[in-house]
């Protein structure tokens, strides 16, 4: 696809949105599986939005997701937020999974604010403690910026050695520890699922340098990023990917959800404390982390 035909797929979809009520959007953030109750702790008298009735949208299918975009308002600040999250193993494409992205730059955010269920990688981690993603490894089959063209082939360049906003980050691991949460700092590990990983290919990634892992968030980054939205992402551990029992998506639901309240506490003091919000603007090395 071309990028100003994505770039107009994304700002039909905002347009949609300000017809359905959506106003000034100064973040927005994407929930993960287990986490869809988060817009009514952080927006309890939001507007509610079916993702259905936005048609550029592709619907979350895994378990645990919520299916609707919430808007409102912490203070003055205009937040959407996705509750869910649709993935590649779904059978859409990168392009279509990282449109929240796309559509939260159309609408003015200048923050996104990710947030995964992961696994932990890292023999350290522990279930309920959130990583604070400074970098990701991707092993998906397949990259956004593959699926797009431009007259200008430079225009696709991008060099995300440091994908996450430096100082946006930083201060979200602050808030999240006020709640009494344990923080870590890692590497996010993209895979593209369905299937789970192997011992083998767990010792490889850990080799590797990898802390979390989990199957989102790579392509909106990417796509984010393209676009000169700042990015943070945090990962809420929600299993031991060296457990010796099974996993199931109830296991996975269950230690997310556990986490909601404290994120949306964490969530509303971080988007009023105006402290680090003035490395947002520009293009320079404190916005992109570069």
């Excluded at 949306?264 to 520009?282: F, M, N, P, R």
Aim: proline share 4%.
């Amino acid at each position: 696809m071309n990028i100003n035909d994505y770039k107009i797929t994304a700002a039909k979809a905002a347009n949609t949105l300000r017809g359905k009520g959506v106003g000034g959007v100064d973040f927005a953030i994407q929930a993960g599986i287990g986490m869809g109750q988060l817009a009514d702790k952080l927006l309890p008298d939001g507007v509610s939005i079916p993702m259905a009735e936005i048609e550029q949208l592709p619907l979350p299918a895994a378990p645990g997701q919520g299916d609707r975009l919430v808007y409102g308002k912490i203070g003055e600040a205009g937040i959407l937020i996705f509750t869910g999250r649709p993935f590649v193993r779904e059978g859409h494409d990168a392009l279509q999974v990282a449109l929240p992205a796309a559509i939260s730059q159309a609408l003015g955010a200048k923050l996104l604010i990710l947030l995964a269920a992961c696994g932990a990688v890292n023999q350290h981690y522990r279930v309920g403690e959130i990583v604070q993603i400074n970098s990701f490894i991707s092993l998906h089959r397949q990259d956004a910026l593959e699926l797009l063209e431009s007259a200008d082939p430079t225009e696709l360049l991008l060099d995300p050695r440091r994908p996450y906003h430096v100082k946006g980050s930083q201060f979200l691991g602050m808030h999240v520890q006020r709640q009494g949460a344990n923080v870590r700092t890692g590497t996010y590990v993209g895979m593209q699922g369905p299937r789970h990983s192997t011992l083998a290919e767990l010792t490889m990634i850990r080799g590797f340098g990898g802390d979390a892992l989990g199957a989102g968030v790579i392509a909106e980054t990417v796509i984010a990023r393209l676009l000169e939205l700042p990015v943070v992402c945090a990962g809420v551990i929600t299993y031991d990917c060296f457990r010796p029992e099974r996993l199931t998506s109830e296991m996975v639901e269950r230690a997310a959800d556990k986490s909601v309240l404290m994120l949306s506490k964490a969530l509303t003091s971080y988007i009023q404390d105006e402290e680090w919000q003035s490395s947002l603007s520009g293009t320079g090395e404190e916005s992109f982390g570069v």
